[in-house]
């Protein structure tokens, strides 16, 4: 039991370092802005399909059994309100960041682990280069800069999927008082909450791949079990995050 | 005044969990110096090569690589000091998202300070073309016809050319070999080590050489490359015979040096280990 918190804390300490250095990297060159601009196609762009698609069922499924509950209220006219609320507070952040996570996490964790274990990353410190500044930084960026994007995305297409339910199929509400009311309802605690939250979960997901990735160890084998931690470390702390950031924006109201 | 040893350990070890990596190595490696280094595996002859560019730290002493204590720089300091070794790896560590020729200019691209010596070798920045360097470099491993391609679309004995084409380009002092015949065939091994020999004799460059052939020692030892002739002589059987190079046998067991000679020392050994590491027709031969 000693030996698993030992080796529990030692790694997340050596998470820690490995976050430290890449944002301390972010400050210091040199800057590989090509593997930034490639790595934005990569996770933001080719995300673009599988995040529209969650976004547009999101909003749907909401509207669809908000309407049967608020119609027992009596109250189907807030069905804008709540979809609005819903996705930008919580589920279009938190769903977004567990697709990439799904997609990219792993991606990136398995493909540090393959370079890993072929002595790519070896190659890379002989020949003079920082792979934490080359590998780890860019994806760094290049998450936070496109999961808050794809995020609002997702919020966006998820608003039309609901108005698709409530409004065209369900009758419960008309089109202008649809738009008004989720427009409205949205104030600023819940905006700043709804970017912030993909930022972080941007940051987690990218150095969470890095550093399962850059830790493999036992050939292919190796980066098959990198790629499974990645994935449910990074849902993991998506969940506790998302919930320590809730907890400080409650409390602010 | 003599000159600086390129490399020199002193009493380094290395402990991984139970067992010693490197335990005790004290080595001093000389300008232009060929050292072969046998052993079973496991016996830290890749640690040895990976703590001389300190890939892996080392638990104990001191080691001094161009005059520098690499076991006293931070990770920002070795990236600058690495950069004047090459470094071949077992599998050749090429990086397969680029192609054969980006492969070997990915240690000019990288080092400015390279660029700049370069540039002002050659007069004026605009007239060093690394492109014309990365050329030349897989013209003297005989592969510039897969400058276009992927590391993955050429054979593993052309990568592990490719490997040394990148390990050599900027043209370092220093040259760290691991296993640069590791599962080849014989004809392939052979070229790959007469590519060695002619490094070391056309820029003079030092090298620590991990091997499991003892054959790959013998060309190393016997064999020098002539300019001239472009080609390699043997210094037993050429008339007149080129000055032998500075080569140097040594034998790893568990993390310890266990011998540590000449070629002639090394085939008249009578310690059990040290001469599984010895071709046996040459013994009954003598």
Request: charged residues 20%; aromatic residues 8%.
């Amino acid at each position: 039991m000693l030996d698993f918190l030992t080796t529990l804390v030692a790694s997340f300490q050596e998470f820690l370092l490995l976050a430290g250095r890449s944002l301390r990297n972010l400050f210091r060159g040199p800057h590989y802005y090509d593997d930034v601009f490639l790595q934005m196609d990569i996770i933001g762009v080719g995300s673009l399909p599988i995040v529209a698609l969650t976004g547009a069922f999101s909003g749907a499924i909401i509207a669809l059994q908000m309407a049967r509950a608020l119609n027992t209220y009596g109250a189907s006219s807030e069905v804008g309100t709540i979809v609005s609320l819903t996705l930008v507070r919580e589920l279009g952040p938190v769903l977004t960041a567990l697709l990439v996570a799904g997609r990219n996490a792993s991606g990136i964790a398995s493909e540090l682990g393959s370079m890993k274990v072929t002595e790519q990353i070896d190659a890379m410190r002989a020949l003079g280069t920082d792979p934490v500044q080359k590998l780890v930084t860019p994806r760094l960026i290049a998450t936070a800069i496109m999961l808050p994007l794809l995020t609002i995305i997702a919020d966006a297409i998820g608003l039309i999927g609901a108005y698709l339910v409530a409004v065209p199929l369900l009758h419960i509400i008309a089109s202008g008082q649809y738009w008004t009311s989720s427009w409205q309802a949205l104030v600023l605690n819940d905006l700043a909450q709804g970017l912030l939250k993909p930022f972080v979960f941007g940051m987690i997901i990218s150095l969470v791949g890095c550093f399962y990735g850059l830790r493999t160890s036992g050939g292919t084998q190796g980066v098959g079990r990198s790629t499974t931690q990645a994935v449910v470390s990074a849902s993991i702390w998506i969940f506790v995050v998302t919930f320590l950031i809730d907890k400080i924006f409650v409390g602010l109201k | 005044m003599p000159e600086e040893p390129i490399l020199e350990f002193k009493d380094v070890s290395l402990r991984f969990g139970e067992s010693w990596a490197l335990r005790n190595i004290s080595l001093t490696l000389e300008p232009g110096e060929t050292r072969i280094i046998f052993g079973a595996a496991g016996s830290g002859k890749t640690t040895l090569l990976k703590a001389v560019v300190g890939l892996v730290r080392v638990d104990k002493g001191s080691i001094k690589l161009f005059g520098q204590d690499v076991t006293k720089l931070s990770e920002n300091e070795l990236f600058v000091l690495r950069r004047r070794a090459g470094v071949l790896f077992q599998e050749g560590g090429l990086f397969d998202s680029l192609t054969v020729g980006e492969n070997v200019e990915y240690p000019l691209v990288t080092q400015d300070n390279l660029k700049q010596v370069k540039a002002a070798q050659a007069g004026e920045a605009q007239t060093f073309d690394p492109e014309k360097l990365v050329r030349d470099t897989l013209r003297f491993v005989e592969l510039e016809q897969t400058f276009d391609k992927f590391p993955a679309e050429i054979s593993g004995g052309m990568r592990r050319r490719v490997g040394i084409a990148r390990a050599v380009v900027t043209e370092p002092l220093l040259v760290l070999y691991d296993s640069p015949t590791a599962g080849l065939d014989p004809i392939t091994a052979n070229t790959i080590m007469a590519l060695l020999a002619k490094e070391r004799d056309v820029r003079n460059s030092a090298s620590l050489v991990v091997t499991h052939r003892y054959q790959d020692g013998e060309i190393m030892a016997d064999f020098r490359y002539d300019s001239e002739q472009e080609a390699l002589l043997s210094s037993t059987k050429s008339s007149p015979p080129p000055k032998p190079a500075l080569t140097k046998f040594m034998v790893m067991k568990e993390g310890e040096i266990v011998f540590l000679g000449t070629r002639p020392e090394l085939e008249s050994s009578n310690d059990e280990y040290v001469k599984r590491f010895v071709r046996h027709e040459d013994r009954h031969a003598q």
